[in-house]
């Protein structure tokens, strides 16, 4: 299972997705560019020494991303979807892509998901941090297929 950012907006977003990558055991993919460096000194603060386990893997561009995860799926995280992640069925080698912070996916990155899902809110909200709902998602989808972490 991986975890893609796609031009990510906020380097600690990308430190704590680091972080959520390793405790996780999943791979952590930066489709570039990128608002910051991504050996950013904010970056490597909110990661700390969890960029050991899980160094993210920068792409450039988002051919250059679709080109390297082959047949996975690429299951998208976003607040226009229509199915509940709690109602989604994952599998192993899912890529769970997060959209920009400031800017959600494009289009093109829309059409080519196999599935969009979201995370039920409380009325009245819009949406989570992107960190917050990478790791939810993470969370779910090893929840659901197991994951012995022995």
């Given at each position: 299972?991986r975890l893609?950012?796609y031009?990510?907006?906020?380097p600690q977003?990308?430190?704590?997705?680091?972080?959520?990558?390793?405790?996780?055991?999943?791979g952590?993919?930066?489709?570039?560019?990128?608002?910051?460096?991504l050996d950013s000194?904010?970056?490597?603060?909110?990661?700390?020494?969890?960029?050991?386990v899980?160094?993210p893997?920068a792409h450039?561009g988002?051919?250059?991303?679709?080109?390297?995860?082959?047949?996975?799926?690429?299951?998208?995280?976003?607040?226009?979807?229509?199915?509940?992640?709690?109602?989604?069925?994952?599998k192993?080698?899912?890529?769970?892509?997060?959209?920009?912070?400031?800017?959600g996916?494009?289009?093109?990155?829309?059409?080519a998901?196999?599935?969009?899902?979201?995370?039920?809110l409380?009325?009245?909200?819009?949406?989570?941090?992107?960190a917050?709902?990478?790791?939810?998602?993470?969370a779910?989808?090893?929840?659901?297929?197991?994951?012995?972490q022995?």
């Open positions: 299972m893609a950012l031009q990510p907006d906020i977003n990308v430190g704590a997705a680091i972080r959520t990558a390793a405790c996780f055991g999943a952590l993919d930066v489709i570039e560019p990128c608002g910051f460096p000194r904010e970056v490597r603060r909110v990661a700390m020494d969890y960029g050991a899980t160094a893997v450039n988002w051919t250059s991303f679709r080109e390297s995860v082959g047949d996975s799926r690429l299951i998208l995280m976003t607040t226009k979807a229509a199915e509940s992640i709690w109602d989604y069925k994952f192993p080698d899912d890529v769970l892509l997060m959209g920009r912070e400031s800017a996916a494009p289009d093109e990155v829309h059409d998901a196999h599935s969009r899902i979201f995370i039920p409380a009325p009245g909200t819009r949406s989570l941090n992107v917050v709902a990478a790791a939810i998602a993470l779910e989808a090893r929840r659901q297929i197991g994951w012995d022995t």
